[in-house]
């Protein structure tokens, strides 16, 4: 080798061995991302899912798949018994999931040689809701099209093996803004042969309901849920969808909510509503998840009204019947109370609805992890109270499935959260983090702390202390607490919600306001009610708080507010810097694509900020302190400042002004 080569194969060593950690990556196989190991034979049913993943991935000595009376349905036990390894369930999915915990423990590099594992799901039911429409849209979908639209059997198998892999057992597989046509003949021909590719993985399908589909599709003249004809014609509709898919698993509804159909528009109660669609499932097993999502535009407080409307229900649902709750009472904030609805209905069974999608928390350009919101939650809602959990999806069509690679990482924690609740945030981070990127200490510890700080990151850059819904109408993309088009719903204006003055701003929900806290426990109610002992981090969502209120920095609110927008800002910087470092670590791919959203993130701080600090002070008069850094926009410029998106894509870019 001549001198010349000599040192240019060192330096291609060097900047190989410097620059990429491994090939290029596009996200595709999200945290399934093991070496085929052998070609395994094609078995059917869940059991042949079971051998064949194993059969293909895994790496390791012999392992037994055995059914075993007397363990919990959906449990298993992973045991080393001499040199080999035996799992044992009492059906069919246990050792499906079983067998997907070894594989994780391959991943993670946690395989040892004395095993003695044993698992169940915490809840029964672990279901996705898809926002995906008929022609192929998602709302609030930041990934692409919907992917049961053009079902490619290849994307579906994918689909249903990353469920399985952290025991995801349903799908609802269309919006909650029901179309009709859901229920036509032609669709559950299409519904059957999704079912059909999922059940493999023991994944049972749900569709959403058109509470009028009896007048829609039905040509009756109504759809009251107390007339004998609308009642046979669901018991007619429901047993064509059972004869083709027979183990259908229900229904979800949204009924009189953001103009939907209903029962109320028949004179009749949610209960009377959701009671004549379980009697129809019933004889099949199947149920009905109805939600509470409701508000009407005239309420003094959207806060108050899921509570007004059920809570003298409770008890009056069927057995097969479980509300449906989205975790706080308005909508899917970055930072919300918990629905008082958990704590008060008693007699009902109850379900928590979280958003996966990120419609307030930076779409698929922001980095929000959003375990942490879901243990703050339980941390209030005790998870034995419910009987389940729905995520809505953040899944389309997309080379990587959620828009933005760390997405990937909220539906695999939503898996992993609604089997064993009591999981920490930090553990789930850490379990993707390994199977998804890789197991380099080197990487592993500060990009685990990004994903921990994400959330709180984005309360504090784009509305905290309390503050919530001051979004861009529409989209929902980035700050417009200005935003009040005339003749529109005063809910749906950011105004309503924080009516900032010449004395502060913040909802009063206290005894003396709207009287929101009453809904909750007493020690909590007394808790909010009084400024001095609310968390800051909720006081203008109780309270009308004076810009020079006191708080426990010290500081004035003001102030407060002014260094918490700006401590989100060097957050969101600070995320950017630390992903950089990274480079060495992370496929070139998956690298740079992760680093061109954080410098969207970073750069949308700051407009959240400088739009809602130069927006307030127009109200509060009072300077920006001296040791935040000052806005670098202009208010007029921000004011008129629209990104030309539907509610069905994602913002190619932030503010690009
Ligand atoms: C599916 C919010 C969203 C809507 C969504 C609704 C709901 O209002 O903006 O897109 O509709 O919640 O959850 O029903």
Same mark, same amino acid.
């Given at each position: 080798m001549?001198?010349?080569r000599f040192?240019f ?13 491994a ?5 595709s196989?999200?945290w399934?991302?093991?070496e ?6 094609i ?10 993943e194993?059969?293909t991935?895994w ?6 798949l055995?059914r075993?009376k007397?363990?919990a349905?959906?449990?298993y ?6 040199d080999? %390894?035996?799992i =044992?369930?009492?059906n069919d999915a @246990?050792? #499906?999931?079983? +067998?997907?915990? &070894? ?8 395989s040892?040689?004395s095993?003695?594992i044993s698992?169940?799901?915490?809840y029964d ?14 709302e609030?979908?930041?990934?692409g099209?919907?992917?049961?639209f053009n079902?490619?059997p290849e ?7 990353a469920n ?11 919006n909650?803004n ?5 229920l ?6 299409k ?6 590719q999922?059940?493999p993985?023991?994944i049972?399908v749900?569709?959403s %309901?058109?509470? =009028?589909?009896?007048?829609k599709i @039905?040509? #009756?003249?109504? +759809?009251d849920p &107390? ?5 046979g ?7 064509e969808?059972?004869r083709?898919i027979p183990?259908?698993g229900?229904?979800l ?6 103009g939907?159909?209903g029962?109320?528009?028949?004179g009749?109660t949610h209960?009377d509503?959701?009671n004549?669609?379980?009697?129809v499932?019933k ?10 999502f409701?508000?009407a ?9 899921a509570?007004l409307?059920?809570?003298?229900l409770?008890g ?9 709750i989205?975790?706080?009472p308005v909508?899917?904030?970055p930072?919300?109370p ?5 704590t008060?209905?008693q007699?009902t069974?109850?379900?928590v609805e979280f958003?996966?999608?990120?419609e307030?928390?930076?779409?698929a350009?922001?980095?929000v992890?959003?375990a ?5 939650f339980f941390?209030f809602?005790?998870?034995a109270s419910l009987?389940?959990?729905a995520?809505?999806?953040?899944i389309?069509d997309?080379?990587?499935w959620?828009?933005h690679h ?11 959260a ?8 930090e553990q ?14 080197r990487?592993?510890s500060?990009?685990k702390?990004i994903?921990?700080?994400?959330r ?13 819904h ?10 417009e607490?200005?935003?009040?088009p005339?003749?529109?719903?005063a809910d749906?204006t950011?105004p309503y919600y924080?009516?900032?003055d ?7 929900r ?5 009287a929101?806290?009453m ?6 109610c ?5 400024i001095?002992?609310c968390?800051e981090?909720?006081l203008?969502?109780f309270?009308?708080v004076p810009?020079?209120?006191k708080m ?5 609110f003001?102030d407060?507010?002014?260094h918490?927008?700006?401590?989100g800002v060097h957050?969101a910087?600070?995320?950017l810097?630390?992903w ?13 694509e992760?680093q061109?959203?954080?410098?969207i993130?970073?750069?949308?701080a ?7 600090l130069l ?8 300077p920006?302190?001296q040791d935040?850094e000052h806005p670098?926009?202009n208010l ?13 894509e ?8």
């Open positions: 001549t001198m010349k040192f194969s060192a330096f291609m060593l060097l900047i190989t061995g410097w620059s990429v950690a090939t290029d990556e596009d996200g196989r999200l399934l991302r093991m085929t190991a052998n070609t395994a034979a078995v059917t049913g869940i059991k042949g899912t079971a051998m064949t194993l059969q991935y790496q390791g000595g012999p392992v037994m055995k075993q007397g363990l349905k959906d449990g036990t992973i045991k080393s018994q001499g080999k %390894i035996v =044992a369930a009492a @246990g050792l #499906l999931y079983g +067998a997907y915990h &070894l594989l994780r423990l391959q991943q993670t590099g946690n040892s040689s095993l003695d698992e169940k799901p915490f039911l672990r279901i996705l809701n898809h926002w995906d429409n008929p022609n192929g849209t998602c609030r979908g930041f990934a099209k919907s992917i049961f079902p490619n994307h579906m198998k994918m689909y249903a093996r399985a892999s952290v025991g995801i057992n349903g799908t609802v597989l269309n909650v029901a179309k009709p046509e859901a036509s003949s032609e669709n559950l021909e519904v059957k042969t999704i079912a059909d999922l059940r993985y023991a049972r749900y569709l %309901i058109n509470f =009028a589909s009896p007048i @039905g040509g #009756l003249k109504t +759809a &107390l007339d004998a004809k609308v009642i014609w669901w018991k007619d509709k429901v047993n969808i059972y083709l183990d259908f229900g229904f509804v949204k009924a009189n909510s953001e939907e159909p029962p109320q528009d028949f009749r209960a509503g959701a004549m669609l379980a009697g499932l004889p099949h097993n199947g149920i009905v998840m109805w939600r509470a409701v508000y535009p005239q309420s003094p407080d959207r806060a108050n009204q509570y409307e059920f809570m003298p409770d009056q649902f069927a057995d097969n019947v479980i509300i449906q989205k975790n706080g909508d899917f904030q930072r919300e918990y629905s008082p609805l958990f008060a209905m007699k069974q109850m379900m958003q996966l999608t990120q307030y928390l930076g779409a350009n922001h980095l992890y959003l942490p919101l879901w243990q703050e941390s809602v005790k998870p009987r389940a959990m995520g809505v999806a953040n389309g997309d080379t990587n959620c828009g760390f997405a990937q990482a909220n539906w695999y924690a939503f898996g992993r609604v089997w064993n609740p009591s999981l920490t945030s789930i981070a850490n379990e993707w983090l390994r199977q998804t990127f890789s197991n380099d200490e990487m592993l500060s990009v702390q994903m921990l700080d994400s709180e990151a984005a309360v504090n850059y784009m509305m905290p202390l309390g503050i919530h001051i979004f861009a109408g529409v989209h929902h993309y980035g700050p607490p200005w935003y009040s005339k003749g529109l719903r749906w950011p924080h009516r900032a010449s004395i502060g701003m913040g909802f009063d206290t005894v003396n306001g709207s929101n806290v809904q909750y426990p007493y020690e909590l007394r808790l909010y009610n009084d001095n002992t968390p981090t909720l203008t969502w309270h009308h810009w020079d209120h426990k920095s010290g500081r004035t003001w407060e507010l002014c918490k927008y700006d401590d957050q910087r600070h995320f810097a630390a950089d470092a990274m480079q060495p670590y992370v496929d070139k791919q998956r690298f740079s992760v061109r959203k954080l410098r993130q970073a750069r949308d700051e407009w959240w900020r400088d739009a809602c927006y307030f002070q127009t109200f509060s008069h009072r920006i302190p935040v670098v926009h007029d410029e921000m004011m008129q400042f629209r990104i030309p998106i539907t509610m069905y994602n913002p190619e870019n932030g503010y690009n002004k």
